[in-house]
């Protein structure tokens, strides 16, 4: 539909014109009239609607920033259908303003607009011109039920949130075409998410979107992963045996003894934990002879785990049965995450065994795993749907499982014996444990080799663990040298690197040797060996296994298959056998061909996708650095916070102008602070990760988004080559993030913000642009959204807003001087 037809046919319906009525203007559009005349009489125009012609380009685009911005914090905009999509219309007003910020919209379409806001026409006559001039279609109810807080609280639903990848997805296809063997496509991923409560549905798109196509059906998974186990098939075949022995036996023709007929999750639990202990009895005679823990299964649907962010509540798993686990159990009523060996998850229905169901609520509790278990390197798990039971492994670069078997059948019942009794007996290494990290009376070590010599490092304390699965994982200890009496702090970080990055180790040994100020500097770096081999996902790990396993999108088209014949199956049992046979085979027949071109259709784009994903591959990397610093959100005061940033600021530029590297992921993990410093080293830079040659990124064009979302410039989110001014504009972010979500040093709390977590990188942007516009956005903002605190910052916040975004937007062309103006202001309010 063109323009000029939407004018014509655009109309107000009832449930709009309820919430207009409800939600009035009143004096909320008098702020723009007065900004609109004062810019109009600064050139003698008046301020009739007719001057918008007259005026220069650039006075037009403030113009329309202005009304944009006024519109946004309208309490009906906050309640309004966009009639573009099914969001709200204020995610309208944040695409049209990121749009005239970019130059990307026609300015004039506000004239009809600008002209009833002059006139003081009624609501429904502004309203009418507001869709008209930002909206592209016509409007879709019903209302949205309650009105949101301020500018960070926009749509948190799972729809949102899909759409929002969708929306990511297609930006990141535009890009990636250009980038370099070097550049790795930025994703979304849970392990960027930060101050937020975590509620289910939200995190449940993220992580979907993270471990991509899941790598099923892989034949030999349970004989490749359970090998550690001694002797364990000679044991499972030996009780399978017994179970089906005797008067009594647990394994009959129908199956399992006892199996609940509709597999309801209470009525399974109940068996599971039965026959778990009855598999361990008949097995006695072939435990292990060293084992030196016992193990026992863990049934409590309802009970959240201590430590798990959302409440979460596992249905089953293993965990070890000894007198450390029962006194934390005995004084917190409670298991915790970290006690978790093995998780699982129970569905009643076999339809359930895909992607969108038992796969991705067992990936949650694993990411809660890994988050607790700071030397796990992968992570074993199950999942049993109906009768059928599969068996998962889930690492850094996503997760894989068996083939599935149906338990009540021979063959499946024992791979089941075999499945249960190795995760009874396997040893931590078997489970992901790192073997490395070693405990001994009371303390942890590592042992590393640095100029030829073996050095034991003794692990202090945990600093950070990421929180997502496919990810870095990255992981920081405090750590000090065993002969070092002094006990000077060093600090430890693992973390699983893409194979085609540059290698962490060395940019930081290259930035020490050339005199980098502020950045945490160079001690020793290493590739992690196990046994003797590399350290990496596809070999150490998957032992090669999941080169030819299907993926996601074909279990999921197989099992759509399976339920049609099934359903097909059942209709044609209920007609005679004479009338019907005909048009059942041919029934039967369609639904074979049609589930044949799926298959074939998913095939191919398994293909693709697995000749993308088993491309990539992560190697497990340790760095060991000589400085120690705490997370620049604890510091102790204020004052203490902005020296710590303005110090972290001069290490980037230095790490720029004297390393040549660009750093590319400021973010609030990534700044320390060090109080007991000099003046000028009050905080050091960490995390070189995503660091690259300055010159490369010029060269080659590149424009993947790197960094941690919630701090990225605003320009990064629509897709621009990362530069520098775009990490000082992150700093901003960091320093506006404490703001907001620190009552006291470490005191942290979740807030509206948590949003922008899961909206997509477009919305993000909005969002920024609104609240950076001028001044008194920004200060009212402010106001409504900082601690009480950080409060006082608020002047000083501006002042920079003001630096990094010159005229309300990021800066039209680079600027060294960035750098100086921001010291300035940050170093101005310590005197």
């Known amino acids: 539909m063109d323009e000029a037809n939407q004018e014509q046919t655009f109309t107000m319906d009832e449930a709009m014109l309820k919430i207009i009525e ?3 203007i009143r004096d909320g559009l008098d702020a723009f009239r007065n900004k609109f005349a004062s810019i109009s009489d600064s050139i003698d125009l008046g301020s009739s609607p007719d001057a918008f012609d007259l005026l220069e380009r650039s006075r037009r685009r403030i113009i329309a920033l202005e009304i944009l911005a006024t ?50 026409s009624e609501d429904a006559a502004v309203w009418t011109q507001v ?38 997805a297609a930006a990141i296809s535009a890009v990636t075409s250009t980038q ?44 490749s992963f359970f090998a550690c186990v001694p002797d364990l098939e000679i044991a499972a075949a030996a009780v399978f045996d017994r179970c089906r ?21 209470a009525d399974v639990l109940l068996w599971f934990e039965n026959i778990t202990t009855r598999l361990e009895e008949l097995a006695a005679d072939y435990r292990p002879a060293n084992l030196t823990y016992r193990r026992k299964l863990l049934a409590q649907s309802r009970t959240s785990l201590r430590g798990s962010q959302g409440r979460r509540c596992m249905d089953i798993g293993f965990i070890n049965d000894d007198s450390m686990v029962q006194v934390e159990l005995e004084s917190a009523g409670r298991y ?123 692990i202090d304390k945990l600093i950070w663990r990421s929180r997502g699965i496919t990810s870095r994982g990255t992981t920081c200890w405090k750590a000090y040298r065993e002969d070092d009496p002094q006990k000077k702090p060093l600090v430890i970080k693992e973390s699983w690197q893409y194979m085609e990055r540059d290698e962490e180790g060395l940019i930081v040994k290259e930035a020490t040797e050339m005199g980098v100020i502020n950045i945490a500097r160079y001690y020793h770096h290493e590739t992690v060996h196990i046994g003797g081999v590399q350290d990496d996902i596809r070999t150490s790990i998957r032992k090669g296994l999941d080169s030819v396993a299907a993926t996601a999108d074909a279990a999921d088209t197989m099992a759509t298959a399976a339920s049609t014949m099934s359903a097909i199956t059942a209709k044609a049992k209920k007609r005679s056998t004479s009338s019907s046979a005909s048009s059942t085979s041919t029934v039967a027949a369609a639904a074979m061909s049609s589930s044949r071109r799926r298959r074939r259709q998913s095939r191919l784009q398994s293909v693709k996708s697995a000749d993308t994903e088993t491309s990539k591959n992560r190697v497990h990397k340790l760095l060991v650095y000589k400085d120690y610093g705490s997370q620049i959100y604890k510091a102790s005061s204020p004052k203490a916070l902005l020296e710590a940033l303005e110090s972290c600021i001069r290490g980037h530029e230095s790490l720029r102008l004297q390393g040549k590297y660009l750093h590319r992921d400021i973010s609030i993990n990534n700044l320390l602070l060090k109080e ?34 919630a701090f990225m410039a605003i320009e990064v989110l629509i897709g621009k080559q990362h530069s520098f001014m775009h990490d000082l504009e992150s700093f901003f972010w960091v320093l506006f993030w404490i703001c907001v979500h620190y009552e006291r040093p470490n005191e942290a709390r ?22 950076i516009y001028d001044s008194p956005c920004f200060c009212r903002e402010a106001n409504l959204a900082f601690t009480e605190y950080y409060a006082p910052l608020i002047p000083l916040m501006d002042k920079l807003r003001a630096v990094v975004f010159p005229n309300g937007k990021p800066w039209a062309e680079p600027n060294e001087g960035l750098y100086s103006m921001m010291s300035e202001i940050l170093l101005q309010n310590l005197e």
């Open 336 to 458: 915790h995450r970290s006690h978790i060996l093995v998780p699982g998850e129970l569905k009643s229905n076999s339809d359930a065994d895909v992607p969108s169901k038992a796969w991705s609520d067992l990936a949650i509790y694993v990411r809660e795993v890994f988050a607790a278990q700071d030397s796990r390197r992968f992570v074993l798990a199950f999942t049993l749907c109906g009768p059928y039971l599969r068996l998962w492994e889930f690492d850094r670069l996503g997760g894989m499982a068996s083939e599935r078997f149906n338990i009540n059948e021979p063959k499946g019942g024992l791979e089941f014996v075999a499945a249960m009794l190795g995760f009874l007996w396997m040893d931590k290494e078997g489970l992901g444990f790192d073997p490395r990290i070693m405990e001994s009376g009371g303390k942890r070590s590592i042992d590393i080799e640095r100029d030829g010599k073996k050095e034991r490092l003794i």
């Open 245 to 265: 022995e005797g008067d009594e036996p647990v394994f009959v023709q129908e199956g399992w003894h006892g199996w609940p007929a509709e597999a309801r999750e």
């Open 180 to 223: 370099s063997v070097h550049e790795t496509p930025w994703t979304r991923s849970t392990a960027s998410i930060l101050n937020s409560s975590e509620t289910r549905r939200e995190v449940d798109t993220i992580l979907k979107k993270e471990l991509g196509d899941l790598r099923v059906d892989i034949r030999g998974f349970r004989e």
């Open 22 to 24: 409800e939600n009035p």
């Open 131 to 168: 869709y008209k001039a930002f909206s592209k279609a016509s409007p879709s109810p019903p209302p949205i039920p309650s009105p949101v807080a301020s500018l960070s609280t926009t749509a948190t639903t799972a729809t949102a949130a899909a759409a929002a990848d969708t929306r990511d």
């Open 750 to 771: 979740t807030s509206d913000f948590d949003d922008w977590n899961f909206m997509c990188d477009r919305e993000l942007a909005g969002v920024k642009m609104i609240i």
């Open 676 to 709: 007991d410093g000099p003046v000028g080293e009050k905080g050091i830079l960490i995390d070189f990760d995503l660091a690259i040659k300055e010159q490369r990124i010029k060269h080659s064009g590149a424009k993947g988004k790197t960094g941690t979302r």
């Open 71 to 120: 519109l946004q914090i309208l309490p009906a905009t906050q309640r309004l259908r966009s009639a573009s999509s099914n969001k709200l219309l204020f995610k309208d007003i944040l695409d049209a303003f990121l749009d005239v910020s970019t130059d990307e919209f026609d300015v004039s379409r506000i004239k009809p607009l600008l002209k009833v806001v002059f006139d003081n």
